[in-house]
């Protein structure tokens, strides 16, 4: 079964703090892997998208790995700003059989950042 | 333009009525989504339209319709909803979303929908 679990589940880190997510997958045949910040209400925004091949991938403050043998990521955000608390989610990008991707979505962390 | 619009923001609507919601993009992809997303839950794709045709539909109850009269608009037309179909309702589009692709899916704000 195509399964994508992250952690933690919330994270509360002070502001100018660092902090990593954590992404492990399950999905099969691997297409891509995609992580999201969803402000409360909002449609998701993507930060970064990673194929097999590649390990890392920087957008700003935000940095995302990959391991494809473990099936693990992680997103390292740097230098907290009170504008990171959201949701951030882990998206697996599988390929099935109509020749289409279908994004297999974690639960998300939810990140609070505090002053 | 990275924009994916949607309409209405919020709708409250009865079981009995009839009402649509809108998205629209004007980056010229070809593929388009609906995504279902109840609280504190990650969304759960609904539908995928590729060049204008249904080419995902994932076993969602008759009551909900999609349509996508041109490339640029898709529309979700709902009838005689439960309660628990309340939820908030999310749009994207990404280049083609055809298998091995990287192209990223751009979302919209969503529509925050109540059934009564």
């Known amino acids: 079964k195509n399964q994508v679990e992250q952690s933690p589940q919330s994270l509360i880190i002070l502001e100018g703090k660092n902090c990593t997510l954590q992404?492990?997958?399950?999905?099969?045949?691997?297409?891509?892997l995609r992580w999201y910040k969803q402000d409360t209400g909002r449609g998701p925004v993507s930060l970064t998208i990673m194929t097999f091949s590649e390990n890392t991938k920087s957008n700003g403050r935000y940095t995302a790995t990959l391991d494809a043998d473990t099936k693990q990521s992680s997103l390292h955000i740097t230098a907290s700003q009170l504008s990171d608390s959201a949701s951030y989610i882990c998206?697996?990008?599988?390929?099935?059989?109509?020749?289409?991707?279908?994004?297999?979505f974690g639960t998300g962390t939810r990140l609070l950042v505090s002053p | 333009d990275t924009e994916v619009t949607q309409t209405p923001k919020h709708l409250v609507m009865g079981m009995t009525n009839k009402k649509s919601l809108k998205c629209e993009q004007h980056m010229g992809h070809r593929a388009m989504y609906w995504y279902k997303q109840k609280a504190k839950k990650p969304p759960e794709l609904m539908f995928v339209y590729s060049y204008e045709k249904l080419s995902i539909n994932e076993s969602v109850p008759s009551r909900f319709s999609p349509e996508c009269p041109n490339s640029s608009l898709l529309n979700l037309h709902l009838h005689a909803l439960q309660p628990e179909d309340s939820a908030l309702y999310l749009c994207?589009?990404?280049?083609?979303?055809?298998?091995?692709?990287?192209?990223?899916?751009?979302f919209g704000p969503g529509t925050r929908l109540t059934v009564l």
């Open positions: 994207a589009s990404s280049q083609e979303g055809l298998a091995g692709s990287t192209d990223t899916q751009y």
């Open positions: 998206v697996v990008s599988a390929m099935i059989n109509t020749g289409f991707q279908k994004l297999v």
């Open positions: 992404c492990n997958y399950t999905v099969s045949p691997f297409s891509n």
